[in-house]
């Protein structure tokens, strides 16, 4: 009878071992699945009329180019496993002559999934924030420090839920 015991055990495991080798092939195919998805079409070009608009002396976004994958843009960061446009990391050094300038095309309103803004230490001299920031339903975090902004944002409460996450500076008024 321990003999029947023995054999019965040695052959379980390696009945298990094609099982067994499934499980990290399963796992690489979820887990990689994500790094190979492409930005979101609508959201795309939304970004690249975004870009039409601002001043760019030092080409800090040539990377932002017609059918690239804009999750691989410098300043872009996707969400993992939609693709979605989450986060918009266009901060300048402190006084650098790659600073972007001109406008903010209401175009970020396509981008129904950014939750973060950063726009600080880039020259937007003697304009006024564009009030569509204050509908980015899904923004939770605006830094528009040093951007030298001509304007309230914070002025009715729609916005107001936004204005206790904006962070400004200069002539700014919050």
Known sequence: MPIMAIAT?????????PFLLLIP??????CHANSNLLCIQS???????F?????DPSNRLSSWVEGGDCCKWVGVVCHNSTGHVNQLHLASPPFSPSALGGRINPSL???KHLSSLDLSYNIFSCIHIPKFLGMLDSLTYLNLACTQFF????????????????????????
């Open 9 to 17: 055990m040695t052959t379980l495991p390696i009945s298990l071992f």
């Open 25 to 30: 092939a399963i796992c690489f195919t979820i």
């Open 43 to 49: 959201e795309r070009e939304a970004l690249l009329k």
């Open 51 to 55: 870009k039409k608009d601002l001043i």
């Open 109 to 111: 309103l396509e981008l």
């Open 151 to 174: 304007s309230r944002i914070c002025h009715d409460p729609l916005s107001d839920s936004l204005c206790s996450f904006a962070t400004t500076y200069g002539n700014v008024t919050l």
